[in-house]
């Protein structure tokens, strides 16, 4: 089976010195959807930068992270960004332009697509959204479950492979959280998903990966790990309320 | 986003937001020239403008209260500069040409502003050849304006809870700091959209 | 000091705008060229963010409130084009959502609060920071530079007022330069604590205040003083002195007319604005600018002890643009 992803033995400090990540390695295959879970402090976000290679920010040659058999190198970063695509934790950073149809179309006119292909796919990404009808809408007039989603349309609308979720469902209510899992679910691209969001992760991941304090402490099925009340508690985590009670829903 | 109130009316339905902006603007343009080039003794013309005026609130939809409300907040500055002329020969001639024309003017611009959003003006800025880097600019600044105002609420409502002295010289000292902190927060900011932006293959 | 539609005659609002627009086009330009696109970003953000910071209310006395403009931040903060930039977007915000200042005068107030203002401050300030060179000389030199920024821009724009013939230079010239002395105190108040609360917590933010104007900013700044220059001989220079003949019909012949005094319908105290003994009101002027810009440079110096006790010595950097 083919890799989507293989990170290998990968390091990063911050600028003042501290260590984010101290030797992560682990594969994503294609098709699969990960979970990654953790304290906060434990590298997640870090983590999730360097599959498009927005981090290091200084290259040293060497790279621990492979995209579809492409090393993340300067040479190739124009292509792991449109294959890799990410969708930051906090939507005012991602969604920036004054309407939501410029904004969608931002990354698609990056890549360099036509008048017409641009237009389909916004229309397109923001019906796989559930926000047909908000082309002309200001951002600073949307809830943070219409950015949350205008932002995922914004990275649909490029096409990519793979994509990269820090913190989808944050600060969103319960319908906001129902109506992501629900479309993140319908989409059958390659998944990333770094969250708090523990029930979201036994819905939609079939494995999980533990981090904490910059090092993965646990790789496996997701229900086996979520369901180790031990581990959860040692790294700052909770056995999620779907697991607990041992009837069918 | 409370402060959306701001910018609430430029996106109503009525004839006059459907307009094209650069029409809009040639012709809000074209009416405060002419209102600030031709002498008041025109009377019947100053009047004319000021029916004009009205008759496209009325069809615009904005009610007249906000209307009222923005003539009344910005109308100070326009009354203060325009006292200082009651003090020369012929003073009261040109107190009453500026506050007739500068009050016609002002609406104008506040039925502009609030019926066209702020998006067609930039794309008729563009049309304009107005420099994109500009353009970029002044997105920037629109879509954060609010983000920032936001922002800049909740570290003062932080601030109050926290203090009790409400001397003068605590409160420049803690507004100082707000807005420095603020602009700390700003760059911070400045520095994940710059991520997302490259995320999405800007360079 | 935004100035509203119907106080500028048209061809003070097209020398005004020909004149920004020349200052904002040099800006643009340079900044495009020469401003990495990883600040793009911030300069945005900073619009915002001056935006913004000039809504805050700082109380003085007795209900009123004082309000901080921001040139001499912006500078200090981001360098002279980009806080052209930075301030033009402001005002154009201003004018064209909320109707806060004039759309033909936006030439004006573009040139007085987006190019006069920065530019001054920015001269002032690497100036000072010559003979100043550590952390709490940038407090001091920050602080000068806001105030004179805002009394040349005021003096700018009662030139403009003048020559618009709406209020005489004998009346606009002392009200604007006297009210913007004490209003420049504040500016230079909020600027310097301001500064001082970044410095305290991020001093990595403020690594333009140390550095030296690379040679592409001094080709920009050049155009720039010269556009200053151009606008202080075209709007306040002629009220303030005898022009020879020549000039004067020259001027005459364009439409520009400098009349001193308007003859006063109420004698006003402003009627003659001369210190005790110099007979010249054009030199009085200048001297009693140097004067309250002394005052306010003791002032900063004193203050700027109090709020930046400790000592440390910041080397002038070149700038690495």
Known sequence: MNNAIEV??????????????????????????????????SGKSTLLLHLNGILPDTSDGVSHVVVHGKPATKSNVATIRREVGLLFQDPDDQLFCPTVFEDVAFGPQQFGFSEEEIHATVIRALALSGLSGFEKRSPHHLSIGEKRRVCLAGVLACEPKILALDEPTSNLDPRGKRSLHEILKSLPVTKVIATHDLEMVVELCTRTIVLDDGLIVADGPTVELLGNEDLMLTHGLEKPHILRHHHPH | MRHDFLDRYSRLRSPVHRLPSGSKLLLSLALIVVTVSVSIDHSLLFFGIAVLLLCTTFVSRIPWKFILGRLLVLEPFALGVAVMALFQQGGLHVFLSLLIKSTLCLYTMILISNTTPFSE???????????????????????????????????????????????RRRNWMSLSSLIGQLFIRSSERAERIFAAMTSRGWK | MHIPDGFLDTKTAVTTGVLSATGLSMAVRHASKHVPSRQLPLIGLSAAFIFVAQMMNFPVAGGTSGHLIGGALA??????????????????????????????????????????????????????????????????????????????????????????????????????????????????????LVLAAIRSTRPELLHRSAAT????????????????????????????????????SVAQSLGFEYRQ?????????????????????????????????????????????????????????????
């Open chain 1, 8 to 41: 290998t033995d990968l390091k990063y400090s911050y600028p003042d010195g501290k260590e984010a990540l101290r030797g992560i390695s682990f594969t994503i295959a294609e098709g699969e959807c990960l979970g990654l879970v953790g304290p906060n402090g």
């Open chain 2, 121 to 167: 003006i930039l794309t008729a800025l563009r049309k304009m050849r107005v420099p994109s880097f500009l353009i970029t600019v002044l997105a920037l600044a629109y879509r954060y304006l609010f983000v920032l105002i936001d922002e800049g609420e909740r570290l003062q409502r932080a601030r109050r809870s926290r203090t009790f002295d409400r001397s």
């Open chain 3, 75 to 192: 500078v200090v903060l981001l360098g002279p084009s980009a806080a052209v930039i930075v301030i033009t977007s402001v005002l154009l915000i201003q004018a064209l959502i909320f109707a806060d200042g004039g759309l033909l005068a936006l030439g004006a107030n573009i040139l007085n609060m987006a190019i006069v203002a920065p530019v001054c401050a920015y001269v002032v300030f690497v100036v000072v920071r010559r003979f100043l060179k550590d952390d709490r000389g940038m407090l001091v030199a920050a602080s000068l530079a806001a105030w004179v920024s805002i009394v040349v821009a005021a003096i700018v724009c009662a030139g403009e007022l003048a020559l618009s013939g709406t209020v005489s230079w004998g009346l606009a010239f002392p009200a604007m330069a006297g009210v913007h002395a004490l209003i420049g105190v504040g500016e230079s108040l909020i600027t310097m």
């Open chain 3, 213 to 248: 104007p690379t040679t592409s900013e001094q080709k920009a700044l050049l155009v720039y003083g010269g556009i200053v220059v151009l606008a202080l001989l075209i709007l306040v220079v002629p009220f303030a002195s005898t022009l020879p003949d020549g000039l004067i």
């Open chain 3, 261 to 321: 005094n308007a003859q006063p319908a109420i004698s006003t105290p402003f009627s003659n604005y001369t210190l005790p003994g110099i007979q010249s009101s054009a030199i009085s002027s200048i001297l009693a600018g140097f004067l309250g810009a002394a005052l306010v440079f003791g002032l900063s110096y004193l203050f700027a002890r109090i709020i930046a006790p400790k000592q440390r010595e910041q080397a002038l950097t070149s700038d690495q643009s």
